[in-house]
Each structure stands twice: as structure tokens, then as C-alpha cells.
């Protein structure tokens, strides 16, 4: 763990003190805000410096199942899997990937050669997606709370964001408590917007998106035959109740204006890896490869073949499941109710999620020294946010790290995350028991 | 409904004209235009009683299509390149390919090793996320490194950015130096990447000659010769206007090797440029030096003999950002690790990108990559190190394909005379074989070739591929379409001796036919 903590603190290192005189590109406007330092610079050395348990960033911190690690021993030996891929995409890969994306949106024409582009995960393929399909002063909505990573790349795109917030309703998980009004996501079009990126299963509520909201996103998308629906799906395989609340592709609903972006990490425990890819018709899937051609021109080879390796065995019978799939939701089903049970012995209400690996906790039960003179370089607002605030007192105090959810949304909507904290629970069992150790010996005291 | 195709074919007009006077690539665009405008009409049809919409708003940029600034600024890159067109060559016939520039080889067994081992060591997190900036085991290597190349202390968390190998460093530096209207200077012949990069970034490349001079000026005799950069050259083209230049040595598709004078020219001509021009050194082919130049300079670095690195000129430390790579070096393009090292000020900007644009590089290949560099110091296969073995390697192989290619009536470099690096032959087309190309294959009309024309070597390139077995690549789209066009890239191809010695002794065999059908009487060649 400790090389983990030095390696991020590292990271923090390189943010400069240069700003305003390094921007005399064209990227200047477009970088604007991009030079400050972001919420993981400073909570990842944080939580390093308290040792705290740090339940922030999104990554597991366990390896890869054997049998995709043995995927990858297995492509390292041959030749042609050391040697640049086909640019658009590996073949075996997109061969895979083609079958997988067939049988899941029930169609026959989904073709490796035309219809798939991988990349150096899916940050990547959403970025060569982006400066493909963006032109300057193109406007991209995005449902907030959003990954922050969304409003940067379409800053450098060219391309405008606009928020649409996802409503608290009070009901009970995620999925029903966090709502998209669907008239507001009307209004939000303009003859300017070209993209709408959705999140499904989403970070950071958990919440997976229904048949009945899809249906409604796909009707109003319809109308605006320019849009593009970005559809970032790489939680798919992290879904709790399939029967109650499955994943559902927006591609099976409208599939002439959705781009299909998943990625290998999270899946397989392999955030590292970085295979990414995007799945949708022809003219769409080349808006990232001809991209990417001249950005990198393809994504490293060993780690494709041997994802096209993993992906086929993932769905053979696994640890007494189905499919390893199935063992994976189940095995984070676990770890969720673990961290579930220990929110709520320290007095927060989790809103427990229907998929991912994070849940979203309301503290408006927590009593801490508030509100704080202090800021921070990726928080210079006064007074500093609730949450941003909370979190920062929860490392130093407790010894736990979340992250704060203001971090998610743009300044305008920062109230709504006021009493909320964003938890991972990609992390092992004994990680999760000490985060709920720690959790017991300070607030059951009070 | 004919209400929509008029307006659809009153638009496509305006458009047609709109964008022949601002691209002036007419036919790609058209047909761009074309297809956007059947889409639309497809579309307009499907909503029955939906108003119509314009394909374009009222600032005339075309909406739908989904074509975004990128893919508009590309312009005919987004269409086939020679890069697709010889790649279906090459599988639509049975070719010895010598057109791709990638090994057909295994990395080196410890190169394999350490990426098995690293896969393996769990306890160094080889499977997540790593530093954006690059992985702390292979940027304290590169320090390392880099002290000894460029005699100076290098900081391996402020003054290097890991990237997917070294097309995305240069995609980054170009990114965060260029502005729409700057210039960017590329020596010609050039790697086409580099173009179509600068366009991505909204700046004008400017092509600087190099000169071909021929070691016999005979203009009846067609002789292998050097490229060479006159200073006069440069200064012509450098002006306050130019952001950058694009410096790659050993040199893509030459085999080049800039001297020390060179250098030192364009070390002399940043000074005509703006204050802020930066020399972006591409030397992904450093390693291979198979012919260093007579005298070393006294900037040579102790670990790659005959590359001088710009970086280490006097006073260019501050001007350059230098990148590389681990594919060529490493027989393992497919690894996709590259580099660029420069001052704090140049890599920050890039620093800041790299969260962005794809968070981080592979972590598991950048830790196989910081085990296996120490590695190639040591001792192997007899050699004092892997550096010697590949040199001595790729020199043979040079030999071999060399000699296959006078024999068959090329015109090549000699080694003995001309220093030169990579794994390249930029060979002249000679008399006898420039006969042989079927006249009825010159000067037609293909989409994939500079200007839409296949011109003599082009020609040749797919004579060779369809009726001959052999691929190799033309010479053309390594220049500006203005230079094809004078015909300057007519009398060249590239042909690759990054192959095993079986497919080099194939691709002869395949050249010795060329031979045998140059003897063959007038008479019998035309009766078949």
C-alpha cells in the first residue's frame, strides 16, 4: 500500500505553479481551468499523508483473475501481438467484441471491421470520440453528478458543457432517489447540441438507468437527428438485481445516434491495462478511428489480444458461478453491504446503489467543526463546499478518505452535494472491515 | 418532401463551392458532403411532417454528418491513405511485405521476460491505474538515462511524460505549442504522421527541402546518393511565423543521419523564429545507426554511437523537447510506450493533458519497460551489450537487402560513404525497372495517392505488390503534394530490412525476377 500512497503523492508533484504562461496554444481558451489542481491531487496525498483508509479513487486494489492474467502471459509470446495493431482496432479483439455486442443488442450486423474501434481505454476512446464529433462551439450535455473527466475533454474538444442535474427525490436507492426530469432534459437541447454523454450504470450515484427512462432519453434524442448519444458503460458487468434492475444498452433503443464505450478495467480488475473500446455504426465508430490514426495510431497489442482472450472465458462457469460475471457482481454485492452496514453505524444513510462500485452516503447526521475558513488549491471557494469540507475532517479525523461529490458537479449545482460523500468499495474485505473498525471507534463514541 | 431536396440540393451547391475556396480539396469533400446529405435526406423522410432542417446553421457550418473540427481539419486524411491502400494490397495478394515498419521478430527474450514479470509482481500494483505522468519506475530509468545522453540532470517528475508511444508525444507537444495560423517546419521527405498531426493542431507545415545529391551528377547515370539540409535552405522557410520544427534523426523515410553541422544550422536558424520556437527531436530510430558517421562529435552520447542528440547542442537544452520510443529499439511496436524530455515549462503544459486524454499509459508494459532498460546494457548473445547486437543485426540485413537491390538495377546508399540509421533504403528506381512498369499503370487516377494520380513510383509500388509479390511503399507520400506533383518523389521507394534474413532472401528472389525480365527481348515481353 505504501508504494500506492507514494505513487499518487508523486503525481501531485507535477502540478506547476506555471499557469497563465504556459497556454500560448490554440488549447489556451480551451484549457482554461484545466492547469488546476483536481480533487484526486489532493485527497490521494492526503489520505496517504493520515494514512487514512482510502475508500476515494476508483480502482481496485486486488489483481486481475488468474485466468486474465494468464491472457496476458499467453499473447506476450507471440509475434505478432508485440507489433502495432490494425489502428482501428486488433482483430481478434474487434472479432470478440462484435459477438459480445450482437447477442447483447440482439442485431446480426454489428461487423468487426466497421463497426468497432478500440483504444487506450475508454478516457481514450471518449476523447478520440469527442475531438472527432465536436466542432467549436458545440454544446454537450452531461447529467450531473458527472465523472469529472467528461467536461474537461469536451472543454478540449472545442465543445461547451451543459449540466443537467439528477434531481434527489427521497425515495428509496439509488436508481429512484437520484431523477432525471426529462422535460429539463429537453430544454437543455439547442440547435448547438451535438453529444449527450450517458452513464450507465453511473458514476458516482450507483444509479442504473430504466427501460422507462431510456425509452424516454431515446424518444427526445430522436427528435435531433445531430445528437450522439456517448454512452459510457463500463460498470455493465456490476449490477446487482438483474431481474429488478438489469443494464440495458441505449444502443438497443436507438442505435443510429448512440456510440457504445466500455472498457476492460474495471471488469477485470485491470484498470491499468487500458483497453477501451467503442461499439456503433460505421459513421459513428469513424469519428474515433480516424482520430486516433494520427493521435496514437493503435492501442498496445499485448493487452488487446489478451482482453480478447479474457472476454471469450469470462463467460465459462467461474469459482462455482455461471460465468465469471456473475461472480464478479456477486463478489461486489458482498463488498457493498459491507460498506453499507458501515456507513450507517456511523450515523450517514447510504443510498445503496444498483450497480458500480460506489455508493453516494447522505451525512446530514454529522456533526463536525463547520463551516471552515480553509481552502485548498483544487478548492479555492469560500466558505469551502460542505462535503469538500467533511471529507477532508473525515481523513484527518476518522481515518477514512471519500471524495467529495462537489467535485462532480459544475459551481452552480455544488449545493446539491452538500451532504453527500462518494465511497468506493472496490476494495478487499479486510480493507472495508478496518474503514468500518475505524467508523465504530469514532462516532460510537460521541 | 421536394420542397427539402431542393432546398438539400440548393445546399450542397453552396456547399460545394464553400468548401472547393476554403479546403480546395474538392472531390473528398464533396463526396463528405454528398454522403452527409443522403443521411439527412434519409432522415428528413423518416419524420414525415417534421420542418425540415437546414443542414447548415446560420453561420454556414455543415451540423449534421458528424463530422467534428478534427476530422474537417484532416481534411483528405480522414480518407484511404498509401497506409490502408498497401495494407489491402498486402492482403489481397501473396507479397514479401517490406512495407511496414515493424519487425517480424520476438522482442528480445529479457524484453519478454519483463513483461511477464511484471504482469506477475503483484506487490508493485502492476494492474491499476499509475502516475498520469508516467509510471515512477520508468521515468527514474529514463532519468537515468537521459543524464548520460544529454550530460545533464534530468528531474524524472518535471522533465519527462510517458505517452502511448512516441506519435502521441509529438501529438501532445504539437497540441500545446501550436496555434491556428502557426507554422510548423518539417523536412522534406517526412513521415506523413507529422503533417496530418500539425493539421490536428490548426498550424500551416511548411516543407524544408532536403536535397538529393547524388554521388554521380551524370544526369544520364542513376546512382544512389546523400540528402542533405543547406543551411540557405532553412533560412528561407524560417520565419517569427514558425512555433516549431520538426527535427527526426536517424531520419524516416531517408535512413539519414543528421551531422553535427546540420544541427548546428538549425540551432543557428531558431534565431530568425519566434523566441518561443521549440525543436521537437523524433529519434525513435537512435539505436540504429548502422553507419555512424566518420568522425564523432563530441555531443554523441557514450550509449548510442553515432546519434547526436539535438537537445545536448549548446543552449538547446531550452528549445527542445525530445522524444523516443521503446517499439523500434525494442523490436515491440506494439508495446506503444514513448517518451518526450524537455525543461519543466514544456512538459507541464503536457502534464496536464495526459489525465485527460487517457488518464495514464498501460501501467504493466511501462514497468516492463523500466526492467528490461537496465537489461540492455548488459552483455548479450556475444555482444558487449543488446544496443551492439541490434546495430550489427540490422547492418547485415541492410547488407543483404542492398545488394538484392543493386542487383536488380536500383540505385542505393553506400554505406561506406553516406552515414545512416533506421531500417530503411530510400533506393532510386533505375532505368531498366522504370521500363518495366506497364505505362498503362502511370498517371491513373487513385483515390488513396497525393492528388488523387498514381504517379511513376506509386506505379511501381503496386506493379510490384500485384504482379511481382514484393511490397514496398512509394516514395510520394512522404513529400508535400506540391513536390510529387514536380515529380520530385518519382525516382523513390521504401523498402523495409526489419525482417527475418528468410523474408529479406524471399523479397530478393522476388527482385531478381525484376532482373531476369529487363534481358528479356522487346519483342517477347510485348507478346504476352
Redesign the interface.
Known sequence: MN??K???A??S????R?SS????????DR?HG??RP?VWHEFSPLAAQHQAINLG?G???G??PSFV?DA??AA??H???????R?AAHMPLAQVLADEYNTKLKRTDIAAETHIAT???C??AL?CA???????G?EVILLEPAFD?YS??VQ???GKAVYVPLRPSGKEGASQYFQLDLDEFERAIT??T?AFILNTPHNPTGKIFSQTELEGIAAVVQ?H??I?ILADEVYEHLVFDKAKEPHIPIASLLWDQTLTLSSAGKTF??????VGWAVGPP??V??VT??Q???????????QDAIAQALVQARQPYAGFASYYDYLADDYHQKQQLLVAALQSAGMTPIVPAGGFFIMADTSAIDFPFPTKETTPAMPATPMPRDWALSRWMTQTVGVTAIPPSAFYSPNNVPLAQNLLRFAYCKNAETLQEAQRRFAAYFQKQ | MKFVSHILSAALSIATIFSVLTWGFPSNTQIRIERTQT??RE?VSDQGS?TP?SPF?SSG?L??????????R?GT??KP?V?TEFSRLSQQNEVVNLG?G??????PKFA?DS??EA??D????????????GH?NLVQQLARRYRTHLGRDIDP??EISVT??A??AL?LCL??????GDDVIVFEPFFD?YV??IK???GNPVFVPLRFVPYNEDENVISGGEWVLEPHTLKQYISTKTRAIILNSPHNPTGKIFTRDEMEYIAEALELANP?CVVLSDEVYKYIVHSPPKERAAEESLFCRGHVHFASLPGMWDRTITISSA?KTF??????IGWCIGP??LM??I???L???????????QEALARALPRADEPYLGHESYYDYLRVKYTKKRDKLATALKAAGFAVPDYDRTPGGGFFIFARIGKEIRDQIPVSRISVKNDAAPGGVARQDWALCQWLAEERGLLCIPASPFFSLESSEAGKSDEFIRIAFCKTDETIEAAAEALSSLKIASVVPDQERNSR
Not at chain 1, 13 to 16: E, G, I
Not at chain 1, 269 to 274: D, E, I, P
Not at chain 1, 293 to 303: D, M
Not at chain 2, 175 to 180: E, G, I, M, S, Y
Open positions: 508504494l500506492r507514494a505513487v499518487v508523486l503525481s508533484r507535477t502540478t506547476t506555471y504562461r504556459l497556454f500560448s496554444s490554440f488549447l489556451a484549457l484545466l492547469d483536481t479513487q480502482f481496485p486494489d489483481d486481475p492474467q496476458m502471459h506476450v509470446f509475434k505478432s501481438a508485440n507489433q502495432y495493431a489502428s483504444a487506450v481505454g478516457t481514450h476523447y469527442l475531438t472527432g464529433l465536436i466542432q467549436a458545440d473527466i474537461s475533454q478540449m474538444a472545442g440547435p448547438r451535438k427528435k437527428p445531430r450522439t480488475s485491470c484498470t491499468g491495462w487500458k459513421h459513428l469513424q469519428a480516424a482520430v490514426q494520427w493521435v496514437t495510431f493503435s492501442a498496445p497489442t499485448p493487452n | 443521411v439527412l432522415r417534421q432542417q446553421d457550418n451540423l449534421s454528418g458528424g463530422h467534428g473540427e478534427a476530422i474537417l484532416l486524411a480522414a491513405t497506409w511496414q515493424f519487425p517480424d521478430w520476438l522482442p519478454v513483461l511477464v504482469a506477475l503483484s506487490a508493485s500494483y502492476p494492474h491499476q491505474y499509475t502516475r498520469t505522468a515512477p517528475m518535471t502511448v508511444g506519435s502521441q501529438y497540441q500545446t505549442l501550436v496555434k491556428p504522421l496530418n498531426q490536428l493542431a490548426g518561443d517499439g523490436s515491440a511496436t506494439g508495446w506503444q519543466q515549462r507541464a503544459p502534464h496536464q493533458l489525465p485527460y486524454v487517457q488518464f495514464c499509459a498501460s501501467t504493466v508494459v
